[in-house]
């Protein structure tokens, strides 16, 4: 076991001063987006003893910290299938696997879970019907939308606003102005419109604007966490989360970003029916489910990645029965983790990460605080 240096990825919807806060650093003066552990080859941790690359085989997941500022780009990830036809796709059009058009650089699926350190807010997953047929209409989508809604035919819905005109976009963003004004009444529509127009200020224009009527807008409280499924349309918002995923890069957006849009190739992962819930931590040692559909293609639950929410003062924690190599990421406090024989505890200090290997033997954490807990295998 020892202690990982990760790798922190700045990007321009980051925060100047969130993981700085958390690690206990000056801030660089630049938006760190994330903070990440893991073996992806764009930006692998690195083990403290010796410095050494960690590998694939050691950690076949990427946990993140993210730190969004401002919202991410509105988009899905590919099922097993999806990315491997699209992976095939851009190969035979001849496109370069860092082109920026690319949509599918590899041929994995990419679930993600997300546990909110604080608040955090996203965009994940469409309304019920009747929900989205009222917000739709109350914010002025074109009637064709809000009927494909009506028929739960998504992927028409989605195609026909993302092909929407100008006009359609200033009328949605007009309808918003109309509702937040009033303040008459409250039927539900305000906080929608609300984000419609926080968003339109960042992406005057864009089509990708229409689909917020459309989709759950949510806010995790600290330790609440949501399974994004692949096929699931989503976008994070804003705060501080921990972030567990396959290791893939795979992402097809639909908009609210600069970078390359591929609205064709979105109506074709897209999941509509896919509804996964918040999951709240109920005890001390909180293990969330990846994908509660319990569907068996979800890639994190075949290979048995699990995430874990470990929160207490004086809690103590056996990991005696493991079966693959674990990440222990504390977010508040300490823990302290104790191996078998004379070797010396190892301290995990706040915004600070730990690899345990699968062959390490018994173990125990000792908590004082949060910590974060990733694991592979079958884990009872």
């Known amino acids: 076991m020892d202690l990982l240096d990760g790798v922190i990825r700045s990007y321009d919807w980051g925060s100047t001063t969130a993981l700085a806060d958390l690690r206990g650093v000056a801030p660089s003066g630049v938006p760190?987006?994330?903070?990440?552990?893991?073996?992806?080859?764009?930006?692998?941790?690195?083990?403290?003893?010796?410095?050494?690359?960690?590998?694939?085989?050691?950690?076949?997941?990427?946990?993140?910290?993210?730190?969004?500022?401002?919202?991410?780009?509105?988009?899905?990830?590919?099922?097993?299938?999806?990315?491997?036809?699209?992976?095939?796709?851009?190969?035979?059009?001849?496109?370069?696997?860092?082109?920026?058009?690319?949509?599918?650089?590899?041929?994995?699926?990419?679930?993600?879970?997300?546990?909110?350190?604080?608040?955090?807010?996203?965009?994940?997953?469409?309304?019920?019907?009747?929900?989205?047929?009222?917000?739709?209409?109350?914010?002025?989508?074109?009637?064709?939308?809000?009927?494909?809604?009506?028929?739960?035919?998504?992927?028409?819905?989605?195609?026909?606003?993302?092909?929407?005109?100008?006009?359609?976009?200033?009328?949605?963003?007009?309808?918003?102005?109309?509702?937040?004004?009033?303040?008459?009444?409250?039927?539900?529509?305000?906080?929608?419109?609300?984000?419609?127009?926080?968003?339109?200020?960042?992406?005057?224009?864009?089509?990708?604007?229409?689909?917020?009527?459309?989709?759950?807008?949510?806010?995790?409280?600290d330790g609440d966490a949501l399974f994004v499924a692949p096929g699931v349309l989503h976008a994070h918002l804003s705060g501080l989360a921990v972030e567990v995923m396959t290791v893939s890069d795979d992402v097809v957006r639909a908009g609210l970003t600069t970078k390359h849009v591929d609205p064709a190739a979105l109506v074709e992962v897209l999941r509509p029916d896919r509804v996964d819930v918040i999951e709240s931590p109920t005890v001390p040692v909180h293990r969330y489910l990846a994908g509660q559909s319990g569907e068996p293609e979800d890639p994190m639950s075949k290979a048995g990645v699990a995430l874990w929410r470990l929160s207490g003062t004086g809690l103590e924690v056996d990991l005696s029965d493991r079966h693959g190599p674990e990440l222990v990421v504390c977010t508040q406090g300490t823990v302290r983790i104790r191996a078998a024989g004379d070797r010396p505890d190892l301290v995990v200090g706040r915004g600070e990460a730990a690899w345990i290997g699968p062959d390490e033997g018994p173990a125990e954490l000792l908590v004082d605080g949060t910590a974060h807990r990733v694991t592979v295998g079958a884990i009872a």
Do not use: N, Y
Request: proline share 7%.
């Open 32 to 221: 760190e987006a994330e903070l990440w552990f893991g073996a992806h080859p764009s930006g692998p941790a690195t083990f403290r003893a010796d410095g050494r690359r960690a590998t694939v085989d050691e950690m076949p997941f990427l946990v993140k910290v993210l730190a969004v500022e401002r919202p991410l780009s509105l988009q899905a990830h590919p099922d097993e299938r999806a990315a491997r036809d699209g992976h095939r796709r851009e190969d035979e059009a001849g496109l370069a696997t860092d082109d920026p058009r690319r949509c599918f650089p590899d041929a994995s699926a990419k679930p993600e879970m997300v546990c909110a350190v604080g608040s955090f807010e996203v965009l994940c997953g469409f309304r019920p019907v009747d929900d989205a047929v009222a917000a739709g209409a109350a914010l002025g989508l074109p009637r064709s939308a809000v009927d494909a809604v009506g028929r739960a035919d998504w992927s028409t819905a989605v195609a026909s606003l993302l092909a929407a005109t100008s006009d359609d976009v200033d009328g949605l963003v007009s309808a918003a102005h109309g509702i937040a004004a009033d303040g008459s009444t409250d039927d539900g529509h305000r906080a929608t419109a609300d984000l419609v127009l926080r968003l339109a200020e960042l992406h005057p224009g864009d089509p990708a604007l229409l689909l917020v009527p459309l989709l759950r807008h949510l806010v995790l409280a």
